[in-house]
């Protein structure tokens, strides 16, 4: 076969003329490409949107259960101590009792754990570097899909709520956490077409024919390795094996892991003790009903936490993922004071100040801490 060079005519290099030819040659050349936003990035918008589907069925599982947990410590007679236990979608909606529901709920978490930093990756990879749509950009985006997830969560549960006979108000919980089996499905069909492995992991790994295949699938790249290069050895930038997990508590990744630890535990604490127990605080605010505590929660989440998301989403480029998580954490100290100076309401006035409290935390969480915390262990 003849030596591929640049000025090699399309025609003999058996190439198709479907734009400029891209010359792969290191690992580098492939991380130049996947950072400039100038080539064409249909599939990568898919890519990116298959990676928010994973997050997606994460927070709609989280709002289901933080829905239903009432209903589920009722039924099984748990203790608090269970109740955290609990704490895959058919298998909880068909539990018997409370211990196959925790095996199920266990099981999931493996799969959520394993596809939430896989996303996060995929996320910070499949965006350009600068400017709108940029890395920091995109990995905000799962917080937006997060709170839009847990919204229509609520909204599945008032249509249920609306429909099921009274007789059989204890399946609603059984019905929302066994309907998020139905997005999962669609999700794998989907990656199973779109998704392919990361071209500059497969790069590192001296794949460099794999890495061009990759960018010309998934990111529209006329993407080509030259003759030369493809009879040499591709040096192996950073092979993958258990002990570069010392790298994260080396150097200036030190910093950065303690940092991004940090935060995370922060957000996570604070993040369940009011988004996740909303449906509970609001229904200890006042005497209602199971509908009311629904629409207050659906409307928190989509009027506040959700607009917060987007307004992270907009601004980061402009203002940096640090100054929002500050901004976000200084509302929510002030919703917490607040919310620990009125304690249960007494009187609609107060109803009215704790949830606009809750409301400015959300928003808090949505705009700050919530969308960037990933933000800083994903481009570390």
């Known amino acids: 076969m003849a ?13 198709p003329p479907d734009g400029d030819i891209q010359w792969v ?59 955290g236990m609990v704490a895959a979608a058919i298998a909880c909606a068909l539990a018997p009792n409370e211990y196959v529901l925790a095996g199920a709920r266990f099981v999931m978490g493996l799969g959520v754990g394993i596809d939430l930093p896989v996303a996060m990756a995929f996320l910070s990879e499949f965006a350009r570097l600068k400017g709108p749509g940029n890395k920091a950009s995109s990995v ?48 794998i069909a989907i990656r199973s077409r779109y998704m392919s492995e990361s071209p500059v992991w497969a790069a590192n790994q001296g794949n460099l024919k794999e890495a061009a295949s990759i960018l010309r699938q998934s990111y529209n790249i006329n993407a ?12 192996v930038v950073n092979k993958a094996k258990w002990s570069n997990y010392l790298n994260l508590f080396r150097g200036i990744y030190l910093r950065r892991t303690t940092l991004a630890t940090l935060l995370s535990v922060v ?10 127990g909303l449906p509970v605080i609001i229904s200890s605010f006042f005497v209602q009903s199971m509908l009311t505590t629904i629409l207050i929660s659906l409307a928190l989440n989509l009027l506040f936490a959700f607009v917060g998301g987007l307004l992270a989403v907009r601004y980061v480029p ?28 007494d009187g609609a006035s107060e109803g009215v100040l704790a949830v606009a409290m809750l409301a400015l935390f959300l928003f808090g969480q949505g705009f700050g801490p919530g969308a960037h915390t990933m933000t800083f262990a994903s481009l570390s």
């Open 3 to 15: 030596e591929i060079t640049e000025s090699t005519p399309l025609s003999t290099a058996g190439i």
């Open 25 to 83: 040659r290191s690992a580098s050349d492939v991380s130049r490409l996947v950072n400039d936003g100038s080539q064409g990035r249909t599939n990568a918008r898919i890519v990116v949107g298959i990676a928010l589907g994973g997050i997606f069925l994460d927070a709609y599982d989280l709002g289901a259960l933080a829905l239903g947990i009432k209903d589920i410590t009722r039924e099984f007679s748990l203790t608090p101590a269970g109740t």
């Open 140 to 187: 905000a985006m799962w917080c937006p899909t997060w709170y839009a997830a847990i919204s229509i969560s609520y909204l599945l549960v008032l249509f249920f709520y609306a429909v099921l006979p009274e007789s059989h108000s204890d399946w609603l919980w059984r019905l929302i956490l066994g309907f998020g089996a139905v997005p999962a499905l669609v999700i």
């Open 224 to 235: 080509h390795v030259p003759q030369d290069a493809l009879g040499q050895p591709a040096p």
């Open 267 to 276: 957000s996570s604490f604070a993040y369940n003790a009011v988004a996740f």
């Open 318 to 345: 402009r203002f940096g993922a640090w100054r929002m998580s500050l901004a976000g954490y200084a509302c929510q100290l002030v919703a917490l004071l607040g919310l620990a100076l009125i304690g249960r309401p």
